[in-house]
Nanobody, 122 residues
Framework: QVQLVESGGGLVQPGGSLSLSCAAS????????MGWYRQAPGKQRELVAT???????NYRDSVKGRFTISRDNAANTVYLQMNSLKPEDTAVYYC????????????????WGQGTQVTVSS
């Protein structure tokens, strides 16, 4: 009953910028934490950044100062602005959201987007 639709991503040269967005839709009563994860070939999925509904953020050390996560609570949308991109940022980026649905039980569910490819290469 909840869909996460991602947009953005693509190919960029080292040092360049990209922006990702992810909109949550469906039978949503409330969206709690949202975030971005990534998975490079042959590696495990890893946390990139998260943001609470109140705007508190958390980043993995390797992206601090380069990436910025933000959200629009009214639109149930989370964004990831990625600057000074490096080849090691190359991965499939996944949107993540924790929601409470409009019907009982009013518990939190976790959802994932389909993933969007980010490639940093010259």
């Amino acid at each position: 009953q909840v869909q996460l639709v991602e947009s953005g991503g693509g190919l960029v040269q080292p040092g360049g910028s990209l922006s990702l967005s992810c909109a949550a839709s469906g039978s949503i009563r409330r969206v709690n934490d949202m975030g971005w994860y990534r998975q490079a070939p042959g590696k495990q999925r890893e946390l990139v950044a998260t943001i609470t509904s109140g705007g508190s953020t958390n980043y993995r050390d390797s992206v601090k100062g380069r990436f910025t996560i933000s959200r629009d609570n009214a639109a149930n949308t989370v964004y990831l602005q990625m600057n000074s991109l490096k080849p090691e940022d190359t991965a499939v980026y996944y949107c993540n959201a924790h929601t409470v649905l409009v019907f009982p039980p009013f518990v939190e569910y976790e959802h994932w987007g389909q993933g969007t490819q980010v490639t940093v290469s010259s």
